[in-house]
């Protein structure tokens, strides 16, 4: 598909230009020294873990509503994203940690709560798999897909209510960041973000093929 070329090279060159940002353009922090830089990455891989979530939510919303198969196949196709990102961001996260606190984890709010919600969106994917009827399987995903969700805003709001301190945390409230080191947030936010938009569009298409592959063999069948 044209557009899914496009995208992804739009992806290829954004990425290009956030490690451009991340490495030529930001300053080296001067408390942790190059080991921050892993803040541009780290940072991005969590948000958009946690868009893969929302739209996880808003897709099995709308399946309960409509029980359209194409909901059930982005919200599989979402949550399959969110767990590669966000397993992405513990692993930064912990190389960061090791840094900053010599420690490669911690009971911080931010990680466990991040933690649980890798554990509880891997066990949809597990659910997902499981050998049961199509459309039963459809539905008690799209409820544990609603019901899951209730971590998300816990993760994103356990620093405040638990009064964390996580490194990003006092990073994201302006701690020692330069307008420069800003924008390489902002850049390298782009950047995943477009990487993430393809990733999804592509798995939602493969999702699709396979439907329709299943549907032609049970045509057969009958």
């Known amino acids: ?21 991340i490495w030529a353009y930001a300053p080296v922090e001067e408390t942790m020294g190059l080991v921050q830089k892993i803040f ?14 929302f739209v996880v939510f808003c897709a099995s919303i709308r399946h309960l509503m409509t029980r359209s198969a194409a909901s059930d196949i982005l919200a599989g196709s979402a949550a399959e994203l969110g767990v590669l990102f966000s397993g992405l961001a513990l692993i930064s996260g912990s190389i960061w940690g090791r840094a900053a ?4 984890w911690t009971w911080d709010p931010r990680l466990t709560t991040t933690l649980i919600m890798w554990f509880v969106y891997a066990g949809y994917l597990v659910l997902r798999g499981a050998n049961m009827g199509g459309e039963r399987r459809a539905m008690v995903c799209a409820v544990l897909g609603v019901v899951a969700f209730l971590d998300v805003p816990l993760v994103f709001y ?3 209510i638990w009064r964390s301190v996580h490194p990003a945390v006092l990073a994201s409230q302006g701690g ?20 993430w938009l393809t990733m999804l569009v592509l798995r939602f298409g493969v999702g699709r093929a396979e439907e329709r592959a ?7 069948e009958v």
């Open 176 to 195: 020692g960041m330069e307008p420069e080191m800003w924008h390489a947030v902002l850049a390298n936010l782009l950047a995943f973000g477009l990487l």
């Open 158 to 160: 356990s620093a405040r």
């Open 1 to 21: 598909m044209p557009s899914i070329r496009i995208l992804a090279a739009l992806s290829v060159v954004a990425l290009a230009v956030g490690q451009w940002f």
């Open 214 to 220: 299943q549907a032609l063999l049970q045509g057969r």
């Open 40 to 53: 541009y990455i780290h940072m991005p891989l969590a948000w958009w873990a946690l868009v893969s979530f």
């Open 101 to 104: 606190w010599n420690v490669w």
